[in-house]
Nanobody, 116 residues
Framework: QVQLVESGGGLVQPGGSLRLSCAAS????????MGWYRQAPGKQRELVARITGGGNTNYADSVKGRFAISRDNAKNTMYLQMNSLKPEDPAVYYC??????????WGQGTQVTVSS
C-alpha cells in the first residue's frame, strides 16, 4: 500500500504563490508517475501536472508557465510550486501516484483558495 499526504494549501490573494507538498510512504517503488490533480466544485477532477519516474513533466495548458512540479526522491516528497495564482485556480488539489504494477493511489486533498 501507498500513503500520500498533501500539505501547503491555504488562502492566497490573486497573483500570489503557494507550494504544495505530497509526502509518500509505504510501498513507494516501481513508480510510473506522480501527479497533481484538482477538482473545483461542480467540475470533474483534472490533471494539473505530472512527473514520470524518469523525471519527464507535463502540465495542463492552464497552468503552463505558472506552476512547476518537482520531486525530492531522498525525502519521498513531490511538490507543486504555484505562482501567479488566478481566480480560476481554487480547488481541492490531490496528489496521485501510479505504480508500474500495483495500482493508483490518491491523497486526501488540500484546499487552495484564491481571493482578495
Amino acid at each position: 500500500q501507498v500513503q500520500l499526504v498533501e500539505s501547503g494549501g491555504g488562502l492566497v490573494q490573486p497573483g500570489g504563490s503557494l507550494r504544495l507538498s505530497c509526502a509518500a510512504s509505504g510501498s513507494i517503488f516501481s513508480i510510473y508517475a506522480m501527479g497533481w490533480y484538482r477538482q473545483a466544485p461542480g467540475k470533474q477532477r483534472e490533471l494539473v501536472a505530472r512527473i514520470t519516474g524518469g523525471g519527464n513533466t507535463n502540465y495542463a495548458d492552464s497552468v503552463k508557465g505558472r506552476f512547476a512540479i518537482s520531486r525530492d526522491n531522498a525525502k519521498n516528497t513531490m511538490y507543486l510550486q504555484m505562482n501567479s495564482l488566478k481566480p480560476e485556480d481554487p480547488a481541492v488539489y490531490y496528489c496521485n501516484l501510479v505504480k508500474v504494477v500495483g495500482g493508483m493511489f490518491w491523497g486526501q486533498g488540500t484546499q487552495v483558495t484564491v481571493s482578495s
